[in-house]
């Protein structure tokens, strides 16, 4: 069965951009996790702090959330949307990757921040 790419590299297979690009570098870019949920830097990013959030589960539309797993994705956006703050500000964008699997994107979009509070 041809799985995504994302399903690939979250069950450690190969054959996912990620595993090619970091082999021999890092295991994993797991940030932060749930029981339904992962955090993952998007490779590529055109600003430091740009994120994905994926379901651990396959699925194709955020309608196919279970009433628990709308639960968790609350959770982890209100833990990461308190980290995410120190890149400035952005936004979250839904969409569906082929082979359809959706995906929740935080986009950073302020360059000129890159100093955490506190840190002047």
Do not use: D
């Amino acid at each position: 069965m041809n799985q995504c790419e994302f399903c690939q590299e979250l069950q450690g297979l190969p054959g996912n951009r990620f595993g090619a690009m970091y082999a021999g570098i890092a295991a994993s870019r797991i940030v932060a996790q749930t029981e339904h949920f992962v955090v993952l830097p998007t490779i590529g990013q055109l600003f430091a702090g740009s994120l994905l959030i994926l379901p651990r589960v396959h699925k194709e539309t955020c309608a196919e959330l279970q009433r628990t797993q709308q639960e968790g994705l609350a959770a982890i956006l209100k833990r990461v949307t308190t980290t995410i703050r120190q890149f400035g500000w952005g936004f979250f964008r839904a969409r569906r990757e082929v082979p359809y699997r959706w995906q929740l994107r935080y986009l950073s979009c302020s360059p000129s921040r890159r100093t955490p509070p506190g840190a002047r």
